[in-house]
């Protein structure tokens, strides 16, 4: 009897979901010429109607007894993550991909031009100095990042007294999104630092480093190993305090001292974490947005190769600019199809590096 | 002996001049948060003579209309929540789906959402934008400018990242467990709800910070979806158009960058040892 009622009902549910689900999808159809008239208000909560429909399809399924009610599960339970993670990413990074070959604007799309976007930049001063630029903060910024997260790390790990609240220090700025530290920074540079070198007589430093075009990009490096060295610092310390004290000890008697138990005992047993912590530096390097963004916006300009451009201008802030201060969308889609492809190339090789290291071990 | 104390000493000395450093940029936006403006630029170093003042650029900026510190609290706490809540519920489930099941399917699906962590935000922003905006005319579901719509897609570019860590975790919880309860005659979904879901306890911890303080400090989503002028404003949008409609008014900007810190500073100052173990644990994942 149960059995026939949930049945009877689950099915009625489906039904009136399905109906509604129609009508909505109908409604939105036609939509444009529906403003006036009797569909006009059902056309105006026409978003309300479709999630109604489909939430009653689910519940509909969802009680329907059957012996694959596991299968159903399965397909529920996947539902949301895989139809959010579809909307925004999937089909925005095939439209991407595609985009990029075509004279897209941002809205519509005339023609397929195949190439001609790229080429476009690859030739442009501009791109290829913001290309340049990343390269080098990249490769800077992993290596200042990561001596100083290490030598941090030895500190904290050593028997200093307050090592907890050291860590914590470190730490925290990791925690501050980079557009607040970023405004805080630039202040810094503009006020407080050319303030101390008044003060001290220091000629070099009495005028702010970001109005230098060649060495601005420095005051981001700064401002970002700042940010960033406490969190791969305690990736480390996590890394020795997993060292087994009996090998530290047995180190000791062998006459292991100072700076040779560090290079020859601690980094080789912890050369994993070294791997983890370079590659997770060189992508979030390269990636840099938020400190580009708040401290220098690319400024200031300087000349190259013949023409004006902006000196710190790294290749995610390029390709924001591009699209939205140069509104050359269909451009700014190649340029993010190269980064991607940059990326992703630097996952691969981590793949195999990671790889590589298992099958040694 | 001797030497070994001087090599404490130094190693102390050391310690708390790097601590001292990190924690100047902090010290500066405190001490020139009260300090008038023409101060600042003069000695932006020296202590204030008024302390008084803090309390009046903070009253100032609270109620300023570009901020509105009180309601881009509350807009970032509710994305914040709103999208945690949904990413741990869906990615568990999805997570849990994709490891009961050894078929093709599972698979391949896991495969791409894990090969998708390659994929960064500047490749899918401009047609993720166009897109919702045809999806919003369309059903008539609003994407952008609203909750519905950055939640949304909070849950879309976070279950990544989440679906991996769980994966590995769900991986190692014994099937046994679940079979028993399905004998006694439980449904798969109460033996979800009822059995998986609390065991995933310690790792959600770490799901929940990753993709807390990720959510709270992202401005580039928020800042395209929401519009830096938007009705709704998270804390880092508010910061931004702050300082875009008050150049070089140093007291108040660094006030509001006082402002924007202080929640999460505070959080830290209780939840320390969850927050750092769990940062460090998604990164070695």
């Known amino acids: 009897m149960i059995y026939m009622a949930k049945k009877k009902l689950s099915t009625v549910l489906a039904a009136i979901g399905i109906l509604v689900t129609i009508f909505a999808l109908w409604i939105s159809l036609q939509y444009r010429t529906l403003t006036s008239g009797f569909l006009a208000w059902p056309a105006s909560i026409r978003g309300v109607l479709l999630i109604t429909g489909i939430l009653f399809i689910i519940l509909g399924v969802y009680f329907y007894p059957t012996k694959k009610h596991r299968t159903i599960i399965n397909i529920l339970f996947l539902l949301p993550a895989v139809l959010a993670f579809t909307m925004t990413v999937i089909i925005p990074f095939i439209l991407g991909v595609f985009y990029s070959f075509t004279d897209w604007n941002g809205i519509t799309l005339n023609n397929f031009i195949g190439f001609e976007n790229y080429k476009d930049f690859f030739k442009s001063p501009e791109y290829i100095h913001s290309f340049m630029a990343t390269l080098i903060f990249t490769i800077l910024n992993m290596l200042l990042v990561n001596i100083i997260a290490f030598g941090l790390s030895l500190l904290v790990t050593s028997k200093i007294r307050g090592r907890n609240i050291y860590r914590a220090g470190f730490f925290i700025p990791n925690l501050i999104g980079g557009i607040v530290l970023g405004y805080i920074w ?27 075009p060649d060495r601005a990009i420095l005051a981001i490096i700064i401002v970002s190993t700042w940010q960033y060295a406490g969190y791969i610092m305690m990736i480390y310390v996590t890394a020795i305090q997993g060292v087994p004290a009996s090998v530290i000890e047995a180190a000791k008697m062998d006459g292991a001292h100072g700076f040779k138990r560090i290079t020859k005992i601690i980094a080789p047993l912890i050369a994993n974490s070294f791997t983890i912590c ?72 981590q793949v195999y590096v990671s790889k590589k290291k298992e099958v040694e071990m | ?158 279950s990544s990242m989440t679906i991996f860590i769980l994966h590995g975790f769900i991986k190692n919880i014994p099937y046994e467990l679940e079979e028993a309860a399905l004998i006694d005659g439980s449904s798969p979904e109460g033996v979800f709800f009822r059995i998986i879901l609390p065991l995933l306890k310690p790792v959600q911890m770490t799901v929940l910070i990753l993709n807390g303080i990720w959510i709270w400090n992202d401005f580039l989503l928020p800042s395209l979806m929401l519009g830096l002028n938007g009705k709704i404003k998270t804390l880092p949008l508010a910061v931004t158009s702050f300082v875009g409609s008050y150049v070089k008014q140093w007291d108040l900007i660094l006030t509001s960058t006082l402002l924007a810190m202080l929640p999460v500073v505070i959080l830290f100052l209780f939840a320390q040892k969850y927050i750092i173990k769990g940062m460090v644990e998604g990164a070695i994942k």
């Open chain 1, 278 to 349: 370079i590659f997770l530096t060189l992508v979030n390097s390269f990636k840099q947005f938020d400190l580009n963004y708040a401290i220098t916006n690319g400024g200031p300009s300087k000349l190259f190769m013949g023409k004006a451009i902006h000196s710190t201008e790294l290749l995610a802030l390029n390709i924001y600019k591009t699209a939205f201060t140069r509104n050359d969308m269909a451009v700014a889609q190649a340029k993010a199809v190269v980064f991607f492809v940059l990326l992703a190339i630097v996952s691969l090789i």
């Open chain 1, 186 to 212: 630039q202040f810094i540079f503009n006020y407080v630092i050319t303030d101390i070198a008044a003060a001290m007589n220091i000629k070099s430093l009495s005028q702010s480093l970001l109005a230098l």
């Open chain 2, 1 to 158: 002996m001797t030497v070994k104390r001087i090599r404490g000493v130094l190693l102390e000395l050391v310690s708390i001049l790097l601590f001292l450093l990190f924690l100047a940029p902090f010290f500066i936006v405190v001490v020139n948060s009260s300090k008038m403006n023409g101060d600042i630029i003069r000695d932006p170093i020296s202590f204030p003579l008024d302390w008084s003042l803090l309390w009046k650029h903070i009253q100032a900026v609270i109620h300023n209309p570009n901020m509105n510190y009180w309601k881009s609290f509350l807009d970032s706490a509710i994305i914040t929540v709103l999208s945690l809540t949904a990413i741990v519920l869906c990615s568990s489930m999805a997570a849990w789906v994709l490891v009961r099941n050894h078929k093709k399917w599972s698979t391949v699906i896991f495969m791409i959402f894990v090969a998708a962590m390659v994929i960064p935000f500047q490749v899918v922003m401009l047609p993720l934008l166009s897109w919702f905006r045809q999806v919003s005319n369309f059903s008539g579901i609003s994407f952008l400018s609203s909750y519905t719509g950055i939640v949304f897609a909070y849950i879309g570019f976070g």
